[in-house]
């Protein structure tokens, strides 16, 4: 079992930035693919970014130029740095990760085994 425990999130400004970290535990060993899925009210939890065990990378587009997700393998923490913010951003943030996922299957959330509590980013001016 891993468990993950989340941070970072806040109330910040639009086009500021933030930094999500991931912090797994727990018995298993190994290197960890690492996502990150956020949920806003009323709608479905959609993919934001995941990295793969590999170190392969894969972003949502809305994602793609603002966010980087990147991961410490020593301390097994994965982040997620988003940059220029904007009010669409807001959100709770979940992070995710798995021992088995393939590259293909990271933008589903029924793929990913393990699942943190969740950090709230509100954007507003």
């Known amino acids: 079992q891993v468990q993950l425990v989340e941070s970072g999130g806040g109330v910040v400004q639009p086009g500021d930035s933030l930094r999500l970290s991931c912090a797994a535990s727990?018995?298993?060993?190994?290197?960890?693919?690492f996502g990150w899925f956020r949920q806003a009210p009323g709608k479905e939890r959609e993919f934001v970014a995941a990295i793969t065990m590999s170190g392969s990378t894969r972003y949502a587009d809305s994602a793609k130029g603002r966010f980087t997700i990147s991961r410490d393998n020593a301390k097994r923490i994965g982040y997620l740095q988003m940059n220029s913010l904007k009010p669409e951003d807001t959100a709770a943030y979940y992070c995710a990760a798995d021992q088995r996922i393939i590259y293909s299957s990271t933008s589903s959330a029924a793929q990913w085994d393990y699942w943190g509590q969740g950090t709230q980013v509100t954007v507003s001016s």
């Open positions: 727990g018995s298993t060993s190994g290197r960890l693919a």
